[in-house]
């Protein structure tokens, strides 16, 4: 049955398998050596403001100019460029990625920039407190942002990721694991998970956020060779 519970959280492990597969396109990509407008002044900021070294945010940056210029070359990432990376399809409405925008879209402007992706990113380290990488995930799921998770949240959530990903299960199925869920996470039975009890909950079910930690970028190479790692800056 834990299983089943954790399924119903099954978003939050969809956002780190996005970002893999992303990486893994990206690192299929040799790039051009184009200039890049970042300088080292800039990239050094950016590891200053995240706990990636100068060259994981210059290959992030890397993975960036490759989502960013999939529809309109910008140097900004659209709605519909990160929909083409998630679900090879810049159309449709989908709730899940409208909250995984919202989330990167650090500006609240409509478009992702380059520190927003980074300061994003920052909280899948290795390094990142596990209180961050509960928070991230319980802001997911607040679409609403009241400060609760409620159960037609969840359920949104769940029905467009399994649309998405053409998995099917029944409606008595469907609300069977969210019933079993919300027995298990709402310890005050008050009809919504808060913020203590969504950490108490996690922390029991660690498996929630087992995909939330992304291997520092240069190890990556191990599991992608045809990434060629190139870098034209020097770590502090």
Avoid at 9 to 28: G, Q, S, W
Wanted: charge should be negative; hydrophobic fraction near 45%.
């Amino acid at each position: 049955m834990g299983e089943k519970i954790c399924a119903a959280f099954i978003p939050v492990i969809a956002v780190m398998d996005f970002l893999i597969f992303a990486m893994a396109k990206c690192f299929e990509y040799r790039p051009h050596h184009k200039k890049c407008r970042y300088g080292f002044t800039d990239l050094a900021r950016l590891s200053n403001e995240s706990r990636f070294t100068v060259n994981e945010v210059e290959a992030l940056y890397e993975l960036f100019k490759k989502l960013s210029s999939s529809i309109i070359d910008d140097g900004l990432i659209h709605k519909e460029e990160l929909q083409l990376a998630l679900f090879q399809t810049p159309y449709g409405e989908n709730l899940f990625l409208d909250r995984v925008f919202d989330l990167f879209d650090e500006n609240k402007n409509g478009v992702i920039a380059f520190e927003g992706f980074v300061h994003a990113l920052n909280v899948f380290h290795p390094y990142a407190p596990i209180e961050e990488k509960i928070d991230f995930a319980f802001r997911l799921y607040d679409l609403r942002q009241t400060g609760f998770i409620e159960r037609e949240e969840v359920k949104q959530m769940v029905i467009a990721i399994l649309m998405e990903s053409n998995t099917k299960l029944s409606d008595d199925l469907l609300e069977a694991i969210i019933d079993k869920t919300f027995a298990d996470a709402d310890a005050d039975k008050d009809g919504r998970i808060n913020k203590e009890e969504w950490k108490e909950f996690v922390l029991r079910n660690p498996s929630l956020l087992k995909n939330m930690t992304v291997p520092h970028l240069k190890d990556i190479t191990t599991f992608f060779p045809s990434f060629v790692y190139n870098t034209e800056v020097e770590d502090l």
